[in-house]
C-alpha cells in the first residue's frame, strides 16, 4: 500500500468515525431535550417541586449518556470494543461526566463571571460553546482511552504472566486473486487509528 492511499484510508476512516459519533450525539442530544422538557412539564414541574428541573436535567441526562454509550459502544467504535463491559462503562461514563461539566463551566463563566445572563447568552455558552468543547474532549477520550485499539485485546494480568499482542490472522486478498495471511505490519496498520 502506498503511502497517500495509507493516509487516505486513514483520514476517510476517521472522518467516518467522526460522523458516527455525530450522528449517536445527535440521537443523545434528542433523548436529553425530549425527556427533559417531559419531566419538567408533569412529575418535575417547579410549581410541583422547586428543585425539579435540577432534577430533570440530571436524569435526562443520564438516559442521553445511556443512549450515547450503546450508539458508540455498538456502532462508531464497535470495532474497538473490549470484553470488560462494565469498566468500559465506568470510564465512558466519567468522560461523559466530565464533558458535561465542561458545558456546565462555560454556562458558569458567561453567566456569572462576564454577566451575560440572558436566555439566548446561557444558551449560546451552554449548548453551543460547551457542547462544542465538550463533544471534542468526549470524542478524544472516547477514541484514544475508553475505546482506544491498544486496550481492546486486554486481558487481566496474573501473577509471573507475561502479557502478549496477538496478531490477527485474518486473510487478505491480492490483485491475483489468491488469498495470503496478512503480515504483522498490515495487522498493526488495521488495529492503529
Known amino acids: 500500500m502506498s503511502r497517500t492511499t495509507f493516509s487516505r484510508y486513514r483520514v476517510f476512516a476517521f472522518a467516518t468515525q467522526l460522523a458516527k459519533f455525530g450522528m449517536v450525539g445527535l440521537v443523545g442530544f434528542a433523548v436529553d431535550i425530549t425527556v427533559f422538557n417531559l419531566l419538567r412539564a408533569t412529575v418535575f414541574s417547579p410549581e410541583a417541586?422547586?428543585?425539579?428541573?435540577?432534577?430533570?436535567?440530571v436524569v435526562s441526562t443520564v438516559l442521553a449518556i445511556l443512549a450515547n454509550w450503546v450508539g458508540n459502544r455498538y456502532w462508531t467504535f464497535s470495532k474497538d470494543r473490549r470484553s470488560q463491559t462494565l469498566r468500559e462503562g465506568l470510564e465512558f461514563f466519567a468522560v461523559s461526566l466530565v464533558g458535561m461539566g465542561i458545558g456546565l463551566a462555560c454556562l458558569w463563566v458567561s453567566h456569572y463571571v462576564l454577566g451575560y445572563t440572558s436566555v439566548m447568552a446561557d444558551n449560546i455558552s451552554s449548548n453551543v460553546v460547551g457542547l462544542l468543547l465538550g463533544a471534542v474532549f468526549r470524542f478524544t477520550l472516547?477514541?484514544?482511552?475508553?475505546?482506544?485499539?491498544?486496550?481492546?485485546?486486554?486481558?487481566?494480568?496474573?501473577?509471573g504472566a507475561v502479557p502478549t499482542r496477538t496478531v490477527p490472522t485474518s486473510t487478505v486478498s491480492t490483485n491475483t486473486g489468491a488469498l495470503r495471511l496478512?503480515?504483522?505490519a498490515e495487522a498493526e496498520f488495521v488495529t492503529e487509528r
Open 49 to 57: 417541586l422547586a428543585s425539579g428541573p435540577i432534577w430533570a436535567k
Open 142 to 159: 472516547y477514541r484514544y482511552w475508553v475505546f482506544s485499539p491498544s486496550r481492546r485485546d486486554e486481558a487481566p494480568v496474573t501473577t
Open 182 to 184: 496478512q503480515s504483522r
